[in-house]
């Protein structure tokens, strides 16, 4: 009974239920819905919230109440820049990519500068370089939207590559793999633990912890540039408040993947079920027909049943 | 350095100190600034995010966040006006019984936020974030869309005056109040505790989820009044009223000069950081900028103006 019930709380184990008893109401309610095309699109939607949360995981397990409320002005940003760096050619798509990635990259190192030279609170530098990052955005732009998709990055995000599958899927999982191996195979991620857990423990241990801070910022700031280029993929065109959307579900992704705001623990498998859950549960209500308002009350609730099954901080003890 | 233990402890000098320097730049920029009406105005402005400031310095003592404030004030706007329409008369008593149940709303949703926050113990950011989601699913269930007047006795006697002094100056001088009177309570000693370490206070036997339960309520009951006043400016209702708020607000906590990891700050802090965040947003409107730059360079020195705050609390 105590292994069940352990095993329940487990937050992969959590996650992965969630999936299936979503996938089983979408398909109560409209038949149809848990099959391999809606499936595949679905899988689009969470690989987009899968790779801009990818860099949040790690900030957040970096610890020192790490996180990045700046990602949403950064995927803009990215989308912006692809978009006019492309402007609909598709020999453009990498000078695209390199573009968005390594401006967005560039801000992020200046967070994490921000956060270990300055020593400003994670939440108030990326707040505020949000605001800044939205001030660039209505000047770059100036207030219209422009840019647009190369056709085949909108193939590439949208159309079955291979096995029915779009080509940014391929990405995900590559980007998984990666995260994957940096978290759990080299001597960094033991350091980002490390240092997430104790950070004292860990710069006493050699851990060059705010040249690694820094790094995590960067990348953060870097998956969310690369996010945007997805984004304009997915729809073709952008509009300089297009990132917003993402900024807390991309951190309600990494806990409900089992990741502690706290800092230290979690990978990012965890946040890959957590992206998937959270794109269902939005599909699953938008296919329940409900008006606007209903929508809302059942996603704000299902969130707090969610966090209530795990997520939930140390009881205090004398 | 004699400044800087001079300063130790009392932030919000600095704070004042760059809210002169900004309102003599916007005095040389704006030569109209000192006339009534235009202070009046302006005063209009910032009052509801002074009132959002001060209730979010409550729960940052106590160490945690409200991100749900602004949806706070998108609700308790729509349920105000929509009880003084249900009551149908345009008179006194039933703007007062719309008052009365949109402060009752706020205290209700802060209640909600500290009953998850700290009996239930999820994470503050989280948690009052999917509560912002659920406060403004119901003010759209509540008033599907923007509408509903306010009757004039309302709007009216915000804009009017009282004493030979605006409305708006009387709430103000009531906020700075009601600052004073929590400051000089023990509550804002225990909020502070809790908040500073808070494995210790629970072992020194404070009773730190109803100190943590209180901080949200202060919240909503500020963020309520901050819907009340805003009502009054807009005379309407409008479910997605608030927006930015919340950000807003812990900007201004932050600039203030209260610590983020809860522990240390005052509420006059807020105060003066929400009134430099307005004022910022003034110098730049005249100082002539091309439109395009505006965002950037409010954006630019808010951030500045962040950091230093950070920098400055921790010497």
């Not at chain 1, 595949?40 to 790490?66: D, F, P, Y």
């Not at chain 2, 959002?52 to 404030?69: E, K, N, R």
Request: net charge positive; aromatic share 8%; charged share 10%.
């Amino acid at each position: 009974m105590e292994r069940f019930r352990r095993l329940l709380t487990e937050p992969l184990v959590l996650a992965s239920l969630a999936i299936l008893v979503l996938l089983g109401v979408g398909e109560f309610l409209s038949p149809g819905f848990a099959r391999g095309g809606q499936i595949a699109r679905i899988l689009t939607v969470s690989a987009i919230l899968g790779l801009v949360s990818a860099g949040q995981a790690l900030v957040v397990i970096g610890g020192r109440e790490g996180i990045d409320l700046s990602v949403g002005a950064l995927i803009s940003l990215g989308a912006l820049v692809a978009g006019n760096v492309m402007s609909g050619e598709n020999g453009a798509i990498f000078s695209a990519i390199l573009a968005a990635g390594g401006l967005a990259f560039v801000i992020g190192l200046v967070n994490g500068m921000g956060v270990t030279l300055v020593r400003i609170p994670p939440l108030v530098m990326t707040l505020g370089m949000m605001g800044v990052i939205q001030g660039g955005l209505v000047v770059l732009s100036r207030g219209i939207p422009s840019g647009n998709a190369a056709p085949a990055l909108m193939t590439f995000i949208n159309r079955p590559l291979v096995f029915g599958l779009p080509g940014v899927l391929f990405v995900w999982a590559l980007v998984a793999l990666a995260m994957w191996f940096i978290l759990r195979r080299t001597a960094l991620g033991y350091a980002i633990y490390a240092m997430g857990a104790n950070e004292r423990a860990a710069r006493l241990c050699g851990v060059r912890t705010g040249l690694v801070r820094t790094l995590l910022y960067g990348l953060s700031g870097l998956m969310a540039g690369l996010t945007g280029v997805c984004v304009i993929g997915y729809t073709g065109n952008s509009f300089i408040s297009v990132g917003d959307q993402y900024v807390l579900p991309s951190v309600i992704a990494v806990v409900i993947g089992g990741v502690s705001l706290a800092g230290g623990t979690g990978g990012y498998f965890g946040v890959v079920l957590g992206a998937i859950a959270l794109t269902l549960l939005q599909s699953v209500l938008t296919t329940l027909q409900l008006e606007f308002w209903g929508r809302q009350l059942i996603f704000g609730a299902v969130l707090l049943g969610l966090m209530l099954l795990y997520g939930r901080t140390k009881r205090l003890r004398v | 350095m004699t400044l800087a233990n001079a300063l130790k402890g009392r932030v919000w000098l600095v704070t004042l100190a760059a809210l002169i320097v900004l309102v003599i730049v916007n005095a040389y920029l704006q030569s109209n600034l000192f006339t009534p009406r235009v202070l009046k105005s302006n005063l209009t402005v910032f009052l509801p995010l002074v009132l959002i400031a001060v209730g979010q310095t409550y729960v940052i003592l106590a160490g945690d966040i409200d991100l749900s404030v602004g949806a706070i004030v998108a609700l308790v706007n729509v349920v105000t006006v929509t009880v003084i329409a249900g009551i149908g008369t345009e008179d006194a008593a039933a703007v007062l019984a719309g008052i009365l149940a949109g402060l009752a709303t706020g205290v209700a949703c802060g209640l909600f936020n500290g009953f998850l926050v700290a009996a239930l113990r999820l994470q503050p950011i989280v948690a009052t974030f999917a509560t912002g989601i659920l406060f403004s699913g119901i003010a759209l269930r509540v008033l599907p869309t923007a509408g509903l007047p306010v009757p004039a006795p309302y709007w009216r006697t915000y804009a009017g005056g009282l004493f030979a002094l605006p409305v708006v100056l009387w709430i103000f001088i009531a906020v700075l109040i009601a600052v004073g009177i929590l400051g000089a309570r023990p509550f804002l000693r225990h909020l502070t505790a809790v908040g500073g370490h808070r494995a210790a206070a629970f072992q020194t036997g404070l009773a730190v989820t109803r100190v943590r339960i209180g901080g949200y309520v202060l919240a909503a009951l500020f963020s309520a009044v901050a819907s009340l006043c805003l009502t009054g400016e807009t005379a309407s209702g409008d479910p997605l009223m608030g927006g930015s708020l919340a950000l807003g607000s812990v900007s201004a906590v932050v600039l203030g000069g209260t610590a983020l990891s809860g522990g240390s700050g005052s509420a006059f802090g807020s105060v003066l950081g929400a009134l430099v965040i307005g004022m910022i947003g003034n110098v730049i409107f005249f100082a002539g900028l091309p439109f395009e730059y505006q965002t950037l360079v409010k954006g630019v020195i808010t951030l500045a103006a962040l950091a230093g705050g950070v920098v400055i609390a921790r010497r």
